[in-house]
């Protein structure tokens, strides 16, 4: 079965940065779109940021356009987020999975950004 392990969460200040890695397994990774999600205290899960298979398209909401970047390394079955000029509004636990997401949600990794 599926299952996901994200990780890099912590504290930041605003204005800084955090890199969040998601390993994913029980699947052929390098067939699957992959995305990072997130919920914030008090909303629904959220669309973050989406990459294709190859790593060639990638996309975002716009609330984290050119803020964020998203990659894939297909050999580790890995993807992660660059989180750069964070804002205390991307507070939140963010979370991995595939495009479109499955049923396996992971923990998730908790982000805290503060002034």
């Known amino acids: 079965q599926v299952q996901v392990v994200e990780s890099g969460g912590g504290s930041a200040q605003a204005g800084g940065s955090l890199t969040l890695s998601c390993v994913a397994s029980?699947?052929?990774?390098?067939?699957?779109?992959m995305a990072w999600f997130r919920r914030a205290p008090g909303k629904e899960r959220e669309f973050v940021a989406a990459?294709?298979?190859?790593?060639?398209?990638?996309s975002y909401a716009d609330s984290v356009k050119g803020r964020f970047t998203i990659s894939r390394d297909n050999a580790k079955n890995t993807v992660y987020l660059k989180m750069n000029s964070l804002k205390l509004e991307d507070t939140a636990v963010y979370y991995c999975?595939?495009?479109?997401?499955?049923?396996?949600w992971g923990q998730g990794t908790q982000v805290t950004v503060s002034s």
């Open positions: 999975n595939t495009d479109p997401a499955s049923a396996a």
């Open positions: 029980g699947l052929t990774f390098s067939s699957y779109a």
């Open positions: 990459i294709w298979w190859s790593g060639g398209r990638t």
